[in-house]
T-cell receptor, first 114, second 113 residues
Framework: GNSVTQMEGPVTLSEEAFLTINCTYTATGYPSLFWYVQYPGEGLQLLLKATKADDKGSNKGFEATYRKETTSFHLEKGSVQVSDSAVYFCALSSRGSTLGRLYFGRGTQLTVWP | KAGVTQTPRYLIKTRGQQVTLSCSPISGHRSVSWYQQTPGQGLQFLFEYFSETQRNKGNFPGRFSGRQFSNSRSEMNVSTLELGDSALYLC????????????FGPGTRLLVL
């Protein structure tokens, strides 16, 4: 079946620190992978995505590389800002009977202190 | 383009009542998916509609139902509300192709007393 496992937080960092949030997945076939971010009181915003092995998604200084050999899609940012404080979700979508459904990790709460 | 809109944003109901939530997808998007988000269970898939047909359904009781209209707008209904139905209900829309990115609305926060 399909599932996503991501490190659970909370993660607390100082401004300008390096960020890594680990995400691994199990999927049938060849999934697309996503990172979403949720700010307090809001819905989910797409942060980045990758649709095939070795693709790198990037946006707003965040990056993640689709690693088929390790079934991973770790999120990284070289220098976090206070405004990056939010909950981050790793997700996958797959074909076939799971059409239209995203599988999410449990989310990682990130807090960045000035 | 306008994003996904959900109404109402907040709702308070009592046990036993029913509720209807509405979702308007991004213009041109024909697939609408619904998710329930709670602190304990995280994000759980409810169902997905495409061209007025339910294509996929999560593991929720029959009290949770939905529909999609010809203009792609969607509604979900929860009957006989229980305290455990208190959650943030998120709607997402996408184009018709498989594995297409889903864009989320701001959610409807439902509190059942």
């Amino acid at each position: 079946g399909n599932s996503v496992t991501q490190m659970e937080g909370p993660v607390t960092l100082s401004e300008e620190a390096f960020l890594t949030i680990n995400c691994t997945y199990t999927a049938t076939g060849y999934p697309s992978l996503f990172w979403y971010v949720q700010y307090p009181g809001e819905g989910l915003q797409l942060l980045l995505k990758a649709t095939k092995a070795d693709d790198k998604g990037s946006n707003k200084g965040f990056e993640a590389t689709y690693r088929k050999e390790t079934t991973s899609f770790h999120l990284e940012k070289g220098s976090v800002q206070v405004s990056d404080s939010a909950v981050y979700f790793c997700a996958l979508s797959s074909r076939g009977s799971t059409l239209g459904r995203l599988y999410f990790g449990r989310g990682t709460q990130l807090t960045v202190w000035p | 383009k306008a994003g996904v809109t959900q109404t109402p944003r907040y709702l308070i109901k009592t046990r036993g009542q029913q509720v209807t939530l509405s979702c308007s997808p991004i213009s041109g998007h024909r697939s609408v998916s619904w998710y329930q988000q709670t602190p304990g269970q995280g994000l759980q898939f409810l169902f997905e509609y495409f061209s007025e047909t339910q294509r996929n359904k999560g593991n929720f009781p029959g009290r949770f139902s939905g529909r999609q209209f010809s203009n792609s707008r969607s509604e979900m209904n929860v009957s006989t509300l229980e305290l455990g139905d208190s959650a943030l209900y998120l709607c997402a829309s996408s184009l018709e192709q498989t594995q297409e990115t889903q864009y989320f609305g701001p959610g409807t926060r439902l509190l059942v007393l």
